[in-house]
């Protein structure tokens, strides 16, 4: 599985939109960009997923760069309840990575009234 | 639709003892995967489970196991536990075979004292 890295804290204010970047450069054809989040003390919540195109559903929106060698979640107008660790994970294209989702450390996300 | 539930929520066990957790996955979903997150670790994939078959396994002792029946739900057992057991055990159910896309349930809370 392609490592991904995320820095590992960002602050953002509520209402305003919260942008996670993530850079996954080892990705490769066939795999696919997850992103998860972690409320504390529950478990991970699927957020959204994508291969190559821009993705947006009723939680957020994913943007993948040309190359997909970076991606940026975001959040459009966060709340305090969107304060969490937020995970992105490269996985699929079969192998050793069937069904197993491998988390880094992630971002802690801070929303701030 | 009623999500993944985990049973127990909470266990305190000792040393040397073993344990049986049970998930019961969104119905509908036939693939169920396990995970262990602690602090010093993160989270970390133990094993996945489609019709009644392990298809992934990731690196844990022998002492970790787990089984599916044919109505998708899944146990995991720990033998021998061990101080550093104490984790928070955690189910995902995904809709099909490698799933990535997974759901997951409020997880487990053992501690082996």
């Known amino acids: 599985d392609a490592k991904t890295t995320q820095p590992t804290s960002m602050d953002c204010a509520e209402g305003r939109a919260a942008n996670l970047p993530c850079n996954h450069s080892?990705?490769?054809?066939?795999?696919?960009v997850y992103w998860y989040r972690q409320i504390h003390s529950q478990g991970p919540q699927y957020i959204i997923h994508?291969?190559?195109n821009n993705e947006t559903n009723e939680m957020a929106s994913l943007i993948i760069t040309e190359d997909r060698k970076s991606s940026t979640l975001i959040l459009p107008h966060a709340t305090l309840r969107d304060t969490a660790v937020y995970y992105c994970?490269?996985?699929?294209?079969?192998?050793?990575?069937?069904?197993?989702?491998?988390f880094g450390q992630g971002t802690i996300l801070t929303v701030h009234p | 639709k009623a999500g993944v539930t985990q049973t127990p929520r909470y266990l305190i066990k000792t040393r040397g003892q073993q344990v049986t957790l049970s998930c019961s996955p969104i119905?509908?979903?036939?693939?169920v995967s396990w995970y262990q997150q602690t602090p010093g670790q993160g989270l970390q994939f133990l094993f996945e489970?489609?019709?009644?078959?392990?298809?992934n396994k990731g690196n844990f002792p022998g002492r970790f196991s787990g089984r599916q029946f044919s109505n998708s739900r899944s146990e995991m057992n720990v033998s021998t536990l061990e101080l550093g057991d104490s984790a928070l055990y955690l189910c995902?159910?995904?809709?099909?075979?490698?799933?990535?896309?997974?759901?997951f349930g409020p997880g487990t809370r053992l501690t082996v004292t």
């Open positions: 995902a159910s995904s809709l099909g075979l490698a799933g990535h896309e997974q759901y």
């Open positions: 080892t990705i490769s054809g066939n795999e696919y």
């Open positions: 994508g291969l190559k």
């Open positions: 994970i490269v996985a699929g294209g079969g192998g050793t990575s069937y069904g197993k989702l491998t």
């Open positions: 119905s509908g979903h036939r693939s």
């Open positions: 489970y489609f019709s009644e078959t392990q298809r």
